[in-house]
């Protein structure tokens, strides 16, 4: 079946379903809230997911412990096809489903703020699989010369932390942690959800900021929201740079027949995708993305300083 397609935005040509629900959404709340990743009112977290135009989070008094004829995934998680269920114990549990909602019940004296970390984490990454989409475990900007560069590694390695510094130098955040890609018929699209980074209290004073004027990410974590320029609208994306722990710098262009590779090992929990029932879905997806931007593997994170890096990607992403 041929998927139609709506307007363009932002010189990207949308499905038709993205297209309307940023019609109806963009007439109907800010474009703020459509982009903040900030703590809603301690009444409710209920509002649209980030980066996602029509699907909603809805906050709920309780929701159900099994997932009927689920498969155990992880500790505290159980997924079906279209329905995936997990708890933090002590935080929240999350019941995402059909690509279109997350439901989410915060424990009694549960730490909202870490619910709202998990919530736009892991529920919101299990969304983009049921959706068959890419969650790329990535920050993604947009450089002076407007290409759309995804930063993909593990947590720990320094993506956001190269992103707040590349940040410094004119390029735009789309989105950090978990980018959704989707796929439009014609290119991979990246689609904004932050408009702030997280860094930790080392990697802020590293870049200049003062962590205590900065917020913090939960109580009694050394962790800070770092506001940064950003854009509110999805672009076609460019390069998937992998960013790996290395002593040298050196950047290494990749071959179209492993792209999809790298695509797949930079995908937020790839385990998750059998069990949704999407994996036929993420190849198809992986291998089409893959087709229409570079990949590359820049090597130094870690070792070498943010600086040096910065250098080393703008010049390979010209």
């Known amino acids: 079946m041929r998927r139609r397609f709506g307007t363009r935005h932002n010189g990207v040509q949308l499905p038709e379903h993205d297209a309307e629900a940023i019609a109806v959404i963009s007439s109907q709340v800010p474009i703020c809230e459509l982009m903040s990743t900030g703590p809603l009112p301690e009444a ?7 980066g996602i135009p029509g699907a909603v989070v809805r906050e709920v008094a309780e929701l159900p412990e099994h997932v009927p004829e689920g498969e155990a995934v992880g500790p505290h998680i159980e997924a079906a096809p279209g329905i995936l269920l997990f708890e933090v114990p002590g935080i929240a549990r999350y019941l995402i489903r059909g690509g279109q909602s997350i439901e989410v019940a915060v424990a009694p004296g549960g730490d909202r703020a870490a619910a709202r970390l998990f919530l736009d984490g892991s529920a919101r990454g299990a969304l ?18 407007w290409k759309c560069v995804a930063i993909c590694c593990p947590s720990a390695v320094g993506k956001s932390t190269l992103a707040a510094g590349l940040c410094r130098r004119g390029w735009l955040l789309v989105a950090d942690d978990i980018t959704r890609i989707s796929w439009n018929g014609t290119i991979g699209v990246a689609w904004p959800s932050h408009d702030r980074l997280k860094l930790w ?16 990410v939960r109580e009694g974590m050394e962790k800070f929201f770092m506001p940064v ?18 002593p040298e710098l050196d950047v290494e262009e990749i071959g179209a027949a492993q792209r999809a590779n790298l695509l797949s090992e930079s995908t937020f929990r790839p385990r998750w995708i059998d069990p949704l029932g999407r994996r036929a879905d993420h190849a198809r997806v ?4 893959a087709q229409g931007c570079r990949a590359l593997v820049l090597s130094g994170a870690r070792e070498q300083p943010i600086a040096v ?6 010049e390979a992403v010209r």
């Open 286 to 289: 992986a291998g089409q993305v």
């Open 44 to 50: 409710s977290f209920d509002g649209p997911v980030p």
């Open 229 to 246: 320029p950003s854009t509110r609208t999805p672009a076609a994306l460019s390069v998937v740079v992998r960013l790996r722990i290395a």
């Open 309 to 314: 890096l910065a250098d080393r990607l703008t």
């Open 201 to 216: 209290r080392d990697a802020c004073e590293m870049l200049g900021a003062n962590a205590d004027a900065l917020e913090r």
């Open 128 to 145: 983009i699989h049921q959706r068959g989409e890419l969650p790329l475990t990535a920050a993604t900007l947009i450089a002076p010369n």
